[in-house]
């Protein structure tokens, strides 16, 4: 019997059947359509968190006051904030490197009966470049501007719709908490990142910022962009210094923390793909659940046609052909429950992604993966119902009623 006459004879016994089969195929149609399912979304999440982190900068670093041992408990206590010596010390020692140093407030905006809260940063021209973030229109920040705190602002796309939705705000004033505050600039629309909408911001000089709104002339972050060295050898200048400028002695610990973005951004694709893994691994057990279900279905189809198997062994036909009839149901079985497993596991990877703004990422190596399961399941769980089947008694299976 030729491979032709094999095949044909499967899909009829197959089809014959087509509910139980159907019901067989279920647990290889599910574990395939869960494994393809779990990896592409595994996979668009990676994609995910690297763009937005990407967006904010993959060479950036960014500086923040942490905490310092008091007392002989060793109770922490809040560092204090940099000051201007500090980001100054910064600015002249480290070469080769944007920094915009960062003040923070959370304000409300006020235009005549719009009102919208947000925070405001205090910083320089130096903000755009080194978070990747420029200017639509309008203008930046003048020497005079940073020098002197005067009251001006760059708004993010997302303020601009809040308070300016059908006009355009370059020169209009705003109150900004209790001052008034000229537009000179809007910010170029750009995609979130970790957790945080950077269009919805507003941009002032730090000085600014400092002197009307928070009171201090401290520095609350610094933020670095690496241009002529590398993320880590930068991170390690800029701890030197900032331990040499807060007078710490060898043996004390930091009271500053330094994050940086690349390193961030390598451990937790590292997470994310072993999540992947973790979770394509548990989806794959419905696979051996569903390559039990073909196998004991394939065990009750060897009983039901026993008479028919004595029938074709007693005209001669040999063993290893009944051998490969069975196997080749169950091979045929699995493969079509694969296939139908591939198909919704791509239709579910393609509606998910669409439905929580996820990247589309579809991988061939995981839908060959998938697919070449399903044929080994049909294989590894055929081949004992198809070896009893080759293995019956001619005679004993003819008097099988």
Not at 142 to 165: K, Y
Not at 194 to 210: E, F, K, S, Y
Not at 300 to 323: M, N, Q
Request: charged residues 15%; aromatic residues 4%; glycine residues 10%.
């Amino acid at each position: 019997m030729n491979i032709i006459d094999t095949l044909r004879m499967a899909l009829s016994a197959i089809f014959r059947n087509k509910i139980r089969s159907t019901l067989t195929a279920l647990g290889v149609i599910i574990g395939v359509a869960s494994v393809i399912l779990m990896v592409h979304l595994g996979q668009a999440a990676t994609a995910s968190v690297t763009q937005q982190i990407s967006s904010i900068g993959s060479n950036l670093l960014i500086v923040v006051p942490g905490t310092r041992e008091r007392g002989p408990s060793g109770a922490e206590t809040p560092a204090p904030p940099f000051d201007p010596g500090t980001y100054e010390a910064v600015q002249s020692d480290l070469f080769g490197t944007r920094i915009a140093p960062m003040v923070n407030s959370q304000q409300v905006l006020v235009r005549g009966t719009s009102r919208h809260s947000t925070g405001v940063s205090g910083t320089t021209n130096d903000y755009m470049e080194v978070r990747n973030h420029p200017l639509e229109r309008g203008r930046r920040f003048n020497s005079r501007e940073l020098s002197s705190g005067a009251s001006v602002c760059i708004l993010g796309s997302l303020v601009v719709d809040e308070l300016f939705p059908e006009s355009d705000p370059i020169g209009s004033t705003i109150r900004v908490g209790p001052t008034a505050c000229q537009i000179i600039g809007v910010l170029s629309q750009k995609g979130g990142s970790m957790g945080q909408d950077p269009n919805d911001t507003v941009l002032m000089p730090i000085r600014a910022v400092q002197r009307r709104l928070v009171g201090s002339y401290d520095v609350q972050q610094m933020h670095l962009s690496a241009v002529e060295t590398t993320p880590a050898a930068l991170k390690a200048s800029l701890e030197a210094l900032l331990r040499d400028e807060r007078n710490l002695q060898p043996g004390q610990s930091n009271d500053f923390r330094i994050f940086d973005m690349q390193e961030i951004l390598t451990t937790v694709q590292g997470t994310t793909r072993t999540l992947t893994i973790l979770l394509g691994a548990i989806a794959a057990v419905s696979l051996l659940v569903g390559g039990i279900g073909i196998m004991n279905i394939m065990l009750v189809s060897v009983t039901e046609r026993t008479r028919e198997i004595g029938i074709r062994l007693a005209i001669g036909a040999r063993a290893r052909d009944v051998l490969w009839q069975f196997l080749t149901e169950a091979i045929v079985l699995s493969s079509l429950g694969g296939l139908i497993g591939v198909a919704l596991g791509l239709a579910g990877t393609v509606g998910i992604a669409r439905r929580f703004g996820l990247p589309l990422v579809f991988s061939p190596e995981t839908i060959l993966m998938g697919f070449g399961f399903s044929v080994v399941i049909g294989v590894a769980f055929g081949y004992l119902p198809a070896r009893r089947a080759a293995h019956l008694n001619p005679i004993d299976a003819l008097r099988h009623e």
